[in-house]
């Protein structure tokens, strides 16, 4: 976890912590340090790095595991479903087979489900993230630079943002797009239904960053350091990317950490309410779904969705925390 | 490291924990857990078709035959996941719609429930269940006395007129066609346009107030059964709104729509003017209806198991206990008693639209290929749907004789081998069947099982989910875009020839022959099973007629039949499923204290 700041800003760093020997430290540095200090901060990271690993590994933990997440294996094999459609052995069908038992009904198997579900929901979440992030931070500093007119009507589009149903529009919204753009005799493209969703999330996720970041750009922007470079001739742009830009990473990094779990659970919630991805393709959110209509029959299948969501959504909320005390060891206790 | 950080963790491992120490028990204990052959295992109790006879005038009395232990009064609930399609009778056709019809709409005839599993065709707003002359082609109905409309205007033949005039009008296209075409040719619009530019139909006459006479083209011994249907319910002259109609219908039953909100809830209060003693079929025993619509099987079968507050007073009409709940709800001794169980009396079927699959040896290939063993499992297993293979439905066929032509007793989880073979040497080796599928979640999830089924046999699927509510709208339009789509059809009265001449019948939007298969041939032949007077000879031929079509045309692949188990509230009594109709009736209904 290094951040992009770069050593020009070495007089702000001696500002926030004193130095005791004679090595310079630039800010990153100092972060990097005090971060590999907290244990829960580097427990969590590490967690969080096995999920994205899991993630982006899904295909080769497939092949090595020997089963692909959408073979029906408990209806292609008999005696591992009974009649009801519900696994035969304990524990949801758990066996040295099938690791973390099958799915009722359709009997596929829980394990491949689950790493591909981590793999759709964190792609849609990291994607969604990007793009709020990016929006944030554009419509954030454009607002708190320009001030006067601009940042009126900006600040009330992201009073609009923040205040409208964003979950029922989503619903609402979802069915319309696809019967806008797929042709009748077309299955709905699993791409669609990613860009829909990730574009969805976006759209009403950029808000708070945004008002965040004009918060901090409306208090620099006064600063003696701006305005030396706004005497010096610096042109708006240098201004913002050079001055103010580096000063705001830091609140950058920590609402885009927080971001990212609030996503993963957005997009499953979506799922869960019947917007997200089809019943073909591999979803944390749908896993859920199909766990609450089944768990007085196999609480198993909603246990392993569930706890791998509580500790991946725990583990990155506690990241968050661990960075920002890292950067900002003021607000620690 | 700060407090919130530690109870975070603590949390974390707390789920761990519970990860490792859980311990779920197994499924053995289910009936016939073990891997059995697919072959349709039998419901718990034998089957009895239903019995219907011919009621007397006698009969046609009110009241209606009263449920053991009835109250009168109180407040009933029904839930269901569906809101009414329609409401103006001549667009009704699917069950539910006309279930529900038996409530606000009246017609000449209908069934009198005697007994459970007995009913007599009897006179509702007519005397008797009619007169017959002519050698069967002309019928003569006497309006009773006392019959009323809402607003205490007494019902006149003048009404019924207009009720089966106004069925041959543009806008009027779900309803049932049979008496339309009896009284003048199978495309019966174009014989008529309907009442509202002034004409009168030639073949129905009222000599006064209380008479009306309908004269066929043919004979139709049957006809006063064709009049049962909620489709021939009647429609007030003075109040036919047209297309309006079919959201504030006039009410000339029992009850009153009070309130409506489209998907939601709908209350009824009772119509003042309904006179009990004028009618033998409704009890109509609570002064209230509240119903509600937009719920899942699955909350509807947890509120019933629950059975706390007001839901003890609340049934369903259709929402049966969906597969996930099933193993539970059969082996809890303590819901015996409010557990209705019923197999389908449908014809259930996945139509090919043969506008669009045009090789027989593709459509052979579907029907090789079908995971019927898969999809009896998603379903619920044997207890939830049983595999026939004939297009006739075993429960409802006096004289039915089982035929197996795709390998399904043997082989009832799909012959792909065989399915690949037939691809191969059809037209197209690398076919794309657009399925089309009605938007449900376990519906969901039969998609995903034929998808997989179907792609092992190389048959691309491409699954189009449609609307609920307009499903059978949509699949029913002759122009559709769809290869294959899931269809029912029961026969309308207790008779052959209701299933296999609508099936393969006129092509029409909003007709009930979705794989427009209508050759000249079949026509003819089932004309002529139709008018056989010998009708142990009719039934042989019907029977065989199945196999022939099957064989020479495979419109359809034959789906799985549905055995419906439903619960109620413990307050709720006179509950049963009416073996015609497949719905739980709201005749019998009432609600204990």
Request: glycine share 8%; aromatic share 10%; proline share 7%.
């Amino acid at each position: 976890m290094t951040t992009p700041t770069s050593t020009e800003d070495a007089i702000d760093a001696t500002s926030v912590t004193e130095t005791s020997g004679a090595v310079g430290r630039s800010p990153g540095q100092l972060m990097w340090l005090r971060f590999k200090r907290d244990r829960t901060g580097v427990i969590s990271a590490i967690i969080v790095i096995f999920f994205f690993l899991v993630a982006l590994l899904a295909p080769v933990i497939s092949m090595v595991y020997g089963k692909d997440p959408y073979t029906l294996y408990g209806q292609d094999i008999p005696g591992l479903l009974n009649d009801y459609g519900y696994p035969i052995q304990p524990n949801g069908g758990i066996s040295s087979e099938y690791w973390f038992g099958l799915e009722p009904s359709l009997g596929r198997d829980v394990f491949t489900q689950l790493v591909y579900g981590i793999r759709t929901s964190l792609g849609i979440a990291v994607a969604a993230t990007l793009i709020t992030t990016t929006l944030g931070i554009v419509v954030g500093i454009v607002a708190g630079y320009a001030g006067g007119r601009t940042d009126y009507f900006v600040g009330r589009l992201i009073d609009l943002t923040l205040s409208f149903p964003q979950t029922i529009f989503i619903i609402a919204f979802t069915p319309v797009v696809e019967s806008l753009l797929v042709p009748s005799d077309e299955e709905t493209p699993v791409w669609l239904r990613a860009v829909t969703l990730t574009i969805m999330l976006s759209a009403f996720g950029w808000a708070g960053l945004a008002r965040l970041l004009r918060g901090y750009v409306l208090s620099m922007r006064e600063r003696e350091y701006v305005e030396a470079a706004r005497v010096t001739g610096a042109s708006p742009a240098r201004i913002v990317f050079k001055e103010l830009l580096p000063n705001l990473w830091t609140p950058i990094l920590i609402q885009s950490t927080l971001l990212l779990p609030a996503m993963v659970t957005a997009e499953a919630g979506l799922s869960f309410l019947g917007v997200g991805m089809g019943e073909l393709v591999p979803d944390w959110g749908r896993m859920f779904l199909r766990a609450t209509q089944v768990y007085q029959n196999d609480i198993t299948y909603l246990i392993f969705p569930g706890v791998a969501l509580l500790i991946f959504v725990v583990a990155f909320n506690l990241l968050g925390d661990s960075v920002r005390d890292a950067f900002d060891p003021k607000i620690k206790r | 490291m700060n407090y919130r950080k530690r109870s975070a963790l603590a949390v974390l491992a707390a789920a761990s924990l519970a990860l490792v120490g859980a311990c779920a028990p197994g499924n053995q204990g289910a009936p016939a857990g073990a891997p059995t052959a697919g072959s349709s295992a039998p419901a718990q109790e034998p089957y009895k078709p239903a019995v219907i006879t011919m009621g007397t005038a006698e009969d046609s009395k009110g009241p209606a035959v009263e449920p053991e232990g009835v109250v009168k009064g109180g407040t009933v609930t029904m839930i269901d996941r569906d809101d009414f399609a329609h409401l103006d009778p001549a667009q009704s056709y699917v069950n539910t719609a006309t279930n529900f019809g038996l409530l606000i709409h009246r017609g000449l005839t209908g069934y009198k429930r005697v007994a459970k599993g007995e009913f007599k065709l009897v006179g509702d707003l007519a005397t008797d269940a009619g007169t017959v002359s002519d050698g069967g082609k002309t019928w003569t109905f006497t309006l009773k006395d006392g019959v009323k409309w809402q607003d205490g205007s007494a019902i006149t033949s003048a009404d019924v007129r207009w009720t089966i005039e106004r069925t041959f009008a543009d806008y009027i296209t779900f309803g049932p066609s049979y008496i339309q075409q009896w009284l003048t040719q199978d495309d019966y619009k174009k014989a008529y346009s309907g009442p509202y530019d002034g004409k009168q139909l030639d073949g129905i006459e009222t000599p006064d107030d209380k008479t009306i006479v309908f004269k066929f083209k043919a004979p139709h011994a049957d006809a006063n059964y064709a009049f049962a249907m909620g489709g021939y319910a009647i429609v007030p002259k003075a109040k036919d709104t047209k297309e309006k109609y079919d959201k504030e219908p006039f009410s000339s039953g029992p009850y009153i729509i009070k309130s409506h909100v489209v998907d939601k809830s709908m209350e009824l209060a009772r119509n003042p003017h309904w006179d009990a003693a004028t009618d033998p079929i409704r009890g109509a025993y609570p002064d209230v209806w509240k119903l509600e619509f937009g719920q899942e099987p699955l909350q509807i079968t947890d509120r019933f198991v629950a059975d706390v507050g007001p839901d003890q007073q609340a049934f369903t009409f259709y929402a049966a206990v969906p597969p996930e709940r099933l193993q539970q709800v059969l082996n809890d001794a303590s819901l015996a008693d409010r557990r209705m169980v019923s197999p389908s009396p449908y014809g259930n079927y996945y139509y090919f639209n043969l506008d669009r699959v045009k090789d027989q040896k593709l459509r052979q290939a579907v029907n090789y290929a079908w995971p019927s063993k898969q999809i009896q499992q998603t379903l619920g297993g044997p207890q939830a749907a049983a595999l026939p293979t004939t297009i006739l439905n075993e429960n409802t066929t006096v004289g039915y004789k089982p035929y197996d032509l795709f390998g399904k007793t043997t082989k009832p989880e799909g012959d792909i081998e065989k399915a690949k073979q037939l691809v191969a040497e059809s037209d197209n080796p690398s076919p794309t069947i657009v399925y089309a599928y009605n938007q449900t979640p376990v519906q969901e999830q039969v998609t995903v099982v034929i998808k997989n089924a179907l792609e092992k046999a190389g048959i691309k699927v491409v699954a189009k989910p449609l609307d609920r509510k307009t499903y059978y709208d949509s699949i029913s339009q002759t122009k559709n875009e769809f290869d294959l789509y899931w269809g029912g059809w029961g026969a309308d009265w207790p008779s052959g020839s209701t299933v296999m001449p609508i099936i393969f019948g006129p092509v029409s939007d909003g007709g009930q022959n979705m794989s427009h298969l209508n050759t000249p041939e079949l026509t003819a032949k089932m004309k002529e099973i139709s008018e056989n007077p010998d009708i142990d000879a009719a039934n042989t031929a019907w029977m065989e007629l199945d196999k022939e079509i099957q064989e020479k045309y495979t419109p359809l692949v034959v789906a799985e039949n549905r055995i419906a188990t439903t619960l109620h509230g413990s307050k709720v009594g006179g509950a049963e499923i009416d073996p015609q109709m497949w719905i739980v009736s709201p005749n019998t209904i009432f609600v204990k204290p």
